[in-house]
């Protein structure tokens, strides 16, 4: 039977044995012990050698950012942050998934969290995905932005564009998302004749912060989408959370639609549903990217497209690179996927087929 060892590092007293008890409430779980800050949780670390961490990203001596660069660079293993909604909290914990966090956890009422209870689910989902996740890429691969070079854009010939087709990216992923955005975003050019749409599963307000990190990293404009905004080439948009992200068309243009209706597959936003208002659309060439996540979403709807817009071209993360091969893995079960790539190669993969026109 299966036995995953947790270390939960965090300040309030509280919080250690909710988690602790919330864990070993599932028999797959052993939690080893806890820890109060972080100097206390590495020490623990080294010495209970446990095969995932939970962390508080506000905590004395030592905070979860910091404990969290020394576990990625002495004690590589999976961790789970446990982050309030402020606007600190939500910079950090984007932070802390560019620094190797494989996944994240919100509180749910700030620091105290008393109706922590309400999230048992997650953590147990979140606990036990991140002890399944691919690592290694994590381990090897850190991520520096000052010199990495875009990729050029090479319009196609006229030949090749006879259709005259405009172009539209959709972008799907869930656990290791952010990371794996910013190694794709980062390299865009700042002319990729396209506007990009974005689904990233995360809870409302994280989605803020992860927008504003990627505009800061990338030479295209990252942000935050808006109901109702006209979307333009070199931009891309990022549905807030608890947000379905769709378009429509207005006129000649195309417009976002945001909007709550319900859950998809308890998503919200959802892949599938971004993905089949592609389907919609006229004299448009689709581009869809499913990278790292948990779950099947996207699968449905790149179906859905393609059975529609026979034009469209998918691109999926492979599994060497996925931190959670779920996603990925499901797109390309469908057969309707065109290149599976390293997330390091997803970026020139695009724009290839960009400027090629043909998949």
Known sequence: MINIRVLVIDDSAFMRKMIKDILEHDTRFTV??????????LQKIKQLQPDVVTLDIEMPKMDGLT???????????????????T??????????????????????????????????????????????????EVQTDNLEYEDIPTIPYEPPSRLLTEKNLKKIVAIGTSTGGPRALQQVITKLPVDIPAPILIVQHMPAGFTKSLAKRLNVLSDIEVKEA????????????????????????????????????????????????????????????????????????????????KSRAQQTIAI???????????????????NKVEHTVHVKDISYTLVNVMGNNKG
Request: glycine letters at 8%; proline letters at 3%.
């Open 87 to 136: 606007h600190d909290g939500a910079e950090s914990t984007i932070k802390a998934m560019e620094y190797g966090a494989v996944d994240f956890i919100e509180k749910p009422s700030g620091s105290i969290s008393l109706d922590i209870n309400i999230k048992q689910e997650e953590i147990i989902q979140k606990v036990y995905e991140s002890f399944k996740a691919n690592l290694k």
């Open 316 to 334: 999926t993360e492979s599994s060497d690179s996925a931190i959670v091969y779920g996603m990925p893995k499901a797109a390309v079960l469908t």
């Open 226 to 305: 808006e109901n109702g905004e006209i979307i333009r080439k070199g931009v891309a948009y990022i549905a807030p959370g608890n947000y379905h992200l769709k378009v429509q068309k207005v006129g000649l243009s195309l417009a976002i639609k945001l909007d709550q209706s319900d859950t998809r597959n308890g998503h919200r936003p959802s892949v599938d549903i971004m993905l089949e208002s592609l389907a919609n659309l006229t004299n448009y060439q689709a581009y869809t990217i499913i990278m790292t996540g948990m779950g099947s979403d996207g699968a449905l709807g790149l179906h859905y497209l």
């Open 32 to 41: 080893l012990g806890t820890a109060r800050n972080g100097e206390d949780g």
């Open 67 to 85: 404990c969290l660069q020394h576990i990625m660079k002495e004690h590589p293993l999976p961790v789970v942050m446990l982050s309030s909604l």
